[in-house]
């Protein structure tokens, strides 16, 4: 039944599934409100966020529904949202009707005892989907490995193992952890009672092994360049469809069936809100749950944040082709994020002479610019500070004896094997501060990124910078690169509400 109000369904039912089609043939407006990010490396495919709502457009199959939200439309997996249908036609969210007397209609059962009923059913029903997708997601990675990739090992004249680790990445690694993670669910379901049946542990005992999806995900866009790239020559599209008809695989194309993997692992959140949703805070599951669900989160929020920060990268290299005389290797050699940015005093020693320069910290690296006179929006590059080797000292106010002058709001940052030295200064205590606090966000993200194994493919940079090239060649205005997303959101290490603008002129 659909309520007048914005009451919430789960999708995914035969039934229900039918309604929606029928509403949406009859002219209605059926939306969905997104329970979990759908991160999407697709073009055919709806990218969202938790909470927004999605217009349904069409729910013929099961699985995947097209939709539009105000970016656009595509399609985008039924079980990412609730439905949220507007009906003349009234219904309680309990899906039971209690009499004004407090009985259940028929009289037998006190409504207490049919609400755990009730919750016990849909308890079994998300554990039933868990151990369902995951059957299908197992035959999904042993399609691939042995439909695909033992057919490649075959062809040596067409693929090397270095082209098919591109490829496929670490999918392999991933179908063995998948293996041993279905056994450890199938030994936990309880056949004769499977909403007691306790999934939370597998989760926790399995996590560690999640953490491989991020590699998985990191190289996915050099797998979609790759397969690009033998999409233009016939034998490779011949063989690869070979492959899937001798596998009897679904009429997807190899780059759709590279992407699962990339949904799936952030699916499980979902998957265990709802779980935990109908767990009892007095069952045995009930903590391995609850915290199933916080480790699981984690992971999808890696992968978000190192699906970001790939996709910035084109940015960066954009922003490096934009600067004037670069010399030295490529920003993305060695970085990946710029962390802060704004207007310094560089303090030149021996002879005390100051230069007004633009001042960029990414990670492992502080690069300077120079503005230019006239237009000012122009910027000359001046050098490179290596972060790594660095160490940031904070420099009182007052006199300087080796410089015989007076320095405010200064930093230092010097290397003790080497003597390196650079004075900084910034023109308020408050922007010193924000420095300061910059630097320890810098280490903080080199940190991360070891402990995480995030890195650049040498791939992905020489696509990145291939690209800067053609946005330049294509009459861009010079030193006037689009504001990178995370540039325009990252927020200052000192405040939550305040934001680190784009350079000047940008």
Avoid at 39 to 68: H, P, S, Y
Avoid at 223 to 250: D, G, H, N, P, W
Wanted: net charge negative; with cysteine.
């Amino acid at each position: 039944m659909w309520s007048s109000s914005h009451h919430y369904s789960h999708s995914g039912g035969g039934g229900e599934q039918l309604a929606i089609n029928e509403l949406i043939s009859d002219g209605s407006v059926v939306c969905a409100e997104a329970l979990w990010d759908h991160v999407t490396m697709d073009d055919q495919e709806l990218g969202f966020k938790a909470g927004d709502v999605i217009e349904v457009m069409d729910a013929t199959n099961r699985e995947w529904w097209w939709g539009r939200i105000t970016d656009g439309e595509g399609w985008f997996p039924a079980t990412f949202v609730r439905l949220r249908v507007n009906q003349d036609e009234p219904a309680d969210d309990e899906a039971h009707q209690v009499q004004e007397d407090g009985r259940v209609a028929d009289g037998e059962a006190e409504e207490g005892s049919l609400v755990q009923s009730s919750k016990d059913q849909m308890r079994t029903n998300v554990i039933n989907e868990i151990l369902s997708t995951e059957r299908d997601y197992i035959k999904h990675l042993r399609d691939i490995c042995e439909g695909y990739i033992r057919q490649c090992r075959k062809r040596a004249d067409m693929f090397s193992e270095e082209q098919l680790r591109t490829i496929f990445g670490n999918i392999e690694d991933i179908y063995r952890c998948q293996k041993a993670f279905i056994k450890a669910l199938e030994q936990r379901f309880n056949r004769e009672r499977p909403h007691l049946s306790e999934l939370g542990a597998c989760f926790l005992e399995h996590q560690a092994d999640f953490q491989i999806y991020s590699e998985y995900c990191n190289n996915h866009p050099n797998a979609c360049v790759e397969l690009s790239r033998l999409a233009k020559l016939s034998k490779y599209v011949y063989f690869f469809e070979a492959c899937r008809l001798l596998q009897r695989m679904i009429d997807i194309s190899l780059d759709g069936f590279l992407l699962t993997p990339v949904q799936k692992i952030c699916k499980y959140p979902l998957q265990l809100a709802e779980l935990l949703k109908y767990t009892p805070p007095q069952h045995r599951d009930f903590k391995d749950v609850e915290a199933a669900l916080h480790a699981m989160k984690n992971v999808a929020q890696l992968i978000n944040e190192r699906k970001r920060r790939l996709e910035n990268i084109d940015k960066i290299a954009q922003w490096q082709s934009s600067i004037e005389d670069w010399e030295g290797e490529d920003l993305l050699v060695r970085s990946s994020e710029l962390i802060y940015s704004g207007e310094l005093t560089r303090i030149l020693q021996p002879q005390a002479k100051s230069q007004q320069r633009m001042f960029f910290l990414f990670d492992h690296q502080l690069i300077y610019c120079k503005k230019d006179l006239l237009r000012r929006e122009v910027l000359y590059y001046k050098g490179r500070v290596d972060m790594d080797r660095l160490e940031v000292v904070d420099v009182e106010d007052g006199k300087d004896r080796d410089l015989h002058m007076s320095i405010k709001n200064a930093f230092r940052l010097c290397c003790s094997t080497t003597g390196e030295s650079h004075l900084l200064c910034a023109r308020k205590p408050e922007q010193k501060q924000r420095w300061l606090k910059a630097f320890v966000s810098e280490r903080e993200q080199v940190r991360l990124d070891q402990e995480t194994g995030f890195s650049i493919t040498e791939l992905q940079r020489k696509q990145a910078m291939l690209n800067a090239s053609k946005h330049r060649a294509a009459g861009k205005p010079k030193g006037k690169p689009p504001v990178p997303i995370s540039w325009a959101t990252h927020t200052h290490p000192d405040t939550s509400h305040d934001q680190v603008s784009a350079p000047e002129g940008w």
